[in-house]
């Protein structure tokens, strides 16, 4: 599923803002800044349903009805205030897309103003679109299934493992070098909404089929095993995220230290490079060509070296890249698209310089772990 607007806002907060809170309580920090009204029921909301607004597993409609009446721009500025211009520049970069005149004298005020229009966005009511397909030329409406809508986020909940009883099965299969999903979605509990993330499990195609034969005998063992995902789900994502903290940072580190070796030809056609970024995407193939170019053999010696060193578990990590890039492209997004996504998320999870970011998401291209080749 894709990111709502909320959750973006929210995750790029996060980088500066959230410090040892967990998402819910980030989340309900927020909206507690933004409310002139009684924040008592905020205070109340269950865990689960504020983490699900900060993963974008479900949208703020409601409570976005119930504060849009009663929002605070200047307290939320005040809570933004910091006198810290690494995160004032941080704020600035960030934001810029959706605030065109951010700068260090109005950055508090901006960043309320777009949390503002996002509340009030997500409360006016909308008309539901059906998404259209071209099938054989010929133009058909379809209804997304929760497998479309929630799929990734679902095999990201489930750590890519199945947990069906006694199942050893991963949700991805590794391709001629490439991972890609293989799961299912199913329903818990049939008789409720399909709809929300809490009654959906992703499991392998095999497990998929003997839960749903065994139909309401097979409820009570899912919900179970959904709860201890769900509990678990926090954890896992901070522990993911000092993984990419501890042994990434080192290559990002390494990498303004890298000489330019004598001789480099910038005009040399990378193969992987050339098969993988489209045409039109002049400017994305030019960046990575250099970084390629330039810092490939040093990118992939550190990291080889942090990998027998026990500093980075290597294949992990690329498994996780590639996830991350089937996800985004999962959603529809273009190559430059994903490109400055995967390099905002390996920023968020490091706090690195942007740029020697972008040189490691390069790396990953060349190495084929980010894009697929492009069929003839």
């Known amino acids: 599923m894709a990111d709502t607007e909320f959750s973006v806002f929210a995750k790029a907060l996060a980088t500066k803002y959230k410090n040892d809170k967990k998402p819910a309580e980030f989340t309900r920090t927020l909206f507690e800044k933004i409310y002139l009204g009684d924040v008592s029921f905020i205070q109340l909301m269950d865990d689960r349903r504020l983490r699900a607004y900060y993963y974008g597993q479900n949208d703020i409609t409601e409570l976005a009805q119930t504060i849009a009446d009663d929002l605070d721009d200047k307290g939320f500025a005040d809570y933004i205030e910091t006198p810290s211009e690494d995160t004032i520049r941080y704020l600035c970069e960030t934001f810029r897309p959706w605030c065109p005149d951010i700068d260090k004298d109005n950055y508090a005020q901006r960043v309320a103003g777009r949390f503002i229009a996002i509340i009030n966005k997500a409360a006016s009511p909308k008309a539901k679109k059906k998404p259209r397909v071209k099938v054989e030329s010929q133009l058909t409406l379809f209804d997304p299934t929760p497998k479309d809508k929630y799929g990734v986020l679902l095999v990201a909940e489930a750590g890519s493992t199945c947990h069906g009883e006694g199942c050893p099965n991963q949700l991805y299969l590794r391709e001629n070098g490439r991972l890609e999903f293989c799961y299912d979605v199913v329903v818990i509990d049939p008789a409720q909404s399909d709809e929300d993330t809490e009654n959906l499990i992703a499991m392998c195609p095999s497990c998929t089929a003997k839960y749903r034969a065994r139909g309401s005998q097979s409820i009570e063992y899912l919900q179970e095993m959904k709860r201890q995902l769900l509990d678990s789900y926090d954890d896992r994502d901070v522990s993911s995220s000092e993984t990419v903290q501890d042994g990434v940072r080192r290559v990002l580190q390494k990498i303004p230290t890298v000489k330019p070796p004598q001789g480099v030809d910038l005009n040399y056609d990378p193969v992987p490079l050339r098969n993988k970024i489209r045409e039109e995407n002049v ?94």
């Open 283 to 376: 400017e994305l193939y030019i960046r990575t060509k250099n970084h390629v170019n330039v810092y490939y053999s040093d990118v992939h010696e550190t990291f080889q070296e942090l990998g027998k060193e026990g500093l980075l578990r290597f294949k992990p990590f690329c498994a996780q890249v590639r996830m991350l890039y089937l996800s985004y492209a999962d959603m529809g997004y273009d190559q430059p698209r994903i490109y400055r996504e995967m390099t905002r998320w390996l920023h968020t999870a490091t706090n690195e310089d942007w740029d020697y970011c972008q040189i490691v998401i390069s790396y990953f291209i060349q190495k084929c772990e980010v894009f697929d080749v492009i069929a003839e």
